[in-house]
């Protein structure tokens, strides 16, 4: 009979571990949403095993990169520059140019995060984020998860989580 290994699943979401950003999804036959925003909530649970030498994690040692993360994309228009429909026109004297699904956009630079993805949906925040998270996080400390999965949503029951196997 195998051993069973007891596991241990701690869990960050607080009210302050969020940002609000506007976003315009994709979709496959070149079309687009509106420019419109959500109040997107973050929450991550690790998971790593209960053994003679638990170890023990200070919550504030996730929640001080989440919250870093969610000021960086706070009160954003967020864009994929991986998506196929994007055009960056220019990126200078604080503003940026650009077209998606062939609509021309000026905005303040300050005010748009461009983003290493495709679209701009919760599945791919929620990988984006992780990443971004994950090399925050020191190494020895990374070794002792099971399993990291970071959850964004976009409403109360409506979003993505993206699991990483450690």
């Not at 315009?24 to 095993?49: C, Q």
């Not at 969610?70 to 200078?92: G, N």
């Amino acid at each position: 009979m195998p051993k069973e290994t007891a596991k241990i699943r701690l869990h960050v979401r607080k009210e302050a571990l969020k940002f609000s950003a506007a976003h315009m999804t994709v979709f496959p036959d070149g079309t687009k949403e509106r420019l419109h925003g959500h109040n997107y909530r973050t929450e991550l649970t690790i998971e790593y095993p209960i053994g003679a030498e638990t170890p023990l994690f200070a919550f504030s040692s996730f929640k001080a990169p989440m919250k870093a993360l969610c000021e960086q994309w706070d009160e954003k228009v967020l864009l994929p520059e991986r998506c196929s429909e994007f055009r960056l026109i220019r990126d200078q004297a604080g503003e940026i140019e650009f077209t998606l699904c062939g609509k021309r956009y000026v905005l303040p630079r300050e005010e748009v995060e461009l983003l290493p993805v495709s679209n701009i949906v919760t599945e791919s925040l929620a990988q984006e984020f992780a990443t971004r998270l994950i090399a925050e996080l020191p190494p020895e400390t990374l070794k002792q998860f099971d399993k990291l999965e970071l959850k964004i949503e976009e409403m109360t029951g409506q979003g993505a989580t993206y699991v990483w196997s450690c």
